[in-house]
């Protein structure tokens, strides 16, 4: 038996609560898992509470990150005893995913854990660490270069925008941050934030174009936000766009691209390649501090990932969510 966060769903409607499973009951795959540590995204708080219907089957273990140590394998790439971690890929809403003490999946799905971190450090990461990493590695192809202005970062107190702080800092950028908690200046601050912007700037209806200010964006907001952003990109510029914490809409027009040239870049975390993922992690082992990343993260217990979720959705948290599934 092992412990497990499960979603079911009945007459009631959805329900998440700590459950214990037996292993016979873990979905097919060629690679079983000891996890050690998970993690919350906003795709798990959206599947915990029911805000949103990503859960494609019931019942389902949420968590589409995990972290541990592979206890049987049939898949070439994977014995006993590797240390992997997981993003995304479907789990947590097709397929059983990471806060559960157990997984089973698919081996293609897998990628070395960096030998710089602890299982710990991985989850500390999860998906929004990762994509962060993705559309700074995505800026830098570009050709975004640091002498050619400051890079905007929206949604800065979440787990992309504090990781995106961190990343672009250590490469050279000078970066501004856009949040709504004034009171999270000074931990932006410290993660090396050079300007903090009320997000109340970007998150109405703007013109068109609008005075250029920056050489590059990671936005996770979407809509207004993202449209304003794009209106604000100087000339050349790209904005790497990976989330819709504001909305799934992007109300804006074709001005920014067909006369300052920029670049709107697509970043998706889920289904993305091995190439781009391993990148991605060999940018973060060699760029996140350690420090850094134990400000940016608070653990809870597997437990306390149902409420957890909630505060999350509620706005209530900063930074990431590190899931102990082992207490």
């Known amino acids: 038996m092992f412990s497990a966060i499960l979603i079911e769903k009945g007459e009631a409607g959805q329900s998440a609560a700590l459950a214990n499973l037996a292993e016979a009951e873990l979905p097919d795959g060629d690679v079983s898992i000891d996890v050690a540590y998970s993690t919350l995204n906003y795709k798990d708080g959206l599947a915990i509470t029911g805000a949103s219907p990503v859960v494609r089957r019931f019942p389902m273990v949420p968590g589409i990150d995990l972290a541990g140590v592979v206890t049987a394998s049939t898949h070439p790439a994977w014995r006993q005893g590797d240390r992997v971690v997981l993003n995304g890929w479907g789990v947590g809403e097709s397929h059983w995913g990471g806060l559960a003490q157990r997984a089973r999946v698919n081996g293609d799905w897998l990628v070395p854990l960096p030998a710089d971190f602890t299982a710990r450090q991985a989850m500390a990461i999860g998906t929004a660490g990762y994509t962060a990493a993705l559309c700074v590695d995505a800026l830098l192809d570009h050709g975004v270069r640091p002498d050619q202005g400051e890079i905007l970062v929206t949604g800065a107190t979440g787990g992309v925008g504090s990781v995106a702080i961190t990343l672009l800092t250590a490469a050279g950028f000078t970066v501004a941050a856009a949040t709504g908690k004034a009171s999270e200046a000074d931990y932006l601050q410290q993660l090396g934030a050079a300007t903090v912007l009320d997000r109340a700037e970007l998150a109405g209806a703007g013109k068109p174009l609008q005075k250029e200010r920056w050489a590059g964006v990671v936005d996770a907001v979407g809509s207004h936000t993202l449209a304003n952003a794009c209106a604000q990109t100087r000339y050349g510029g790209a904005v790497a766009a ?86």
């Open 242 to 327: 990976c989330g819709l914490a504001q909305g799934m809409d992007f109300p804006a027009s074709v001005a920014p691209f067909i006369l300052r040239g920029v670049s709107l870049l697509g970043i998706d975390s889920v289904m993305a390649p091995a190439g781009p993922r391993t990148a991605a992690w060999a940018r973060l082992a060699r760029d996140l501090d350690a420090i850094a990343l134990e400000v940016i993260a608070q653990e809870v217990a597997l437990g306390e990932a149902v409420a957890a979720a909630g505060q999350l959705m509620d706005g209530k948290v900063r930074g990431r969510i590190l899931v102990d599934v082992n207490r």
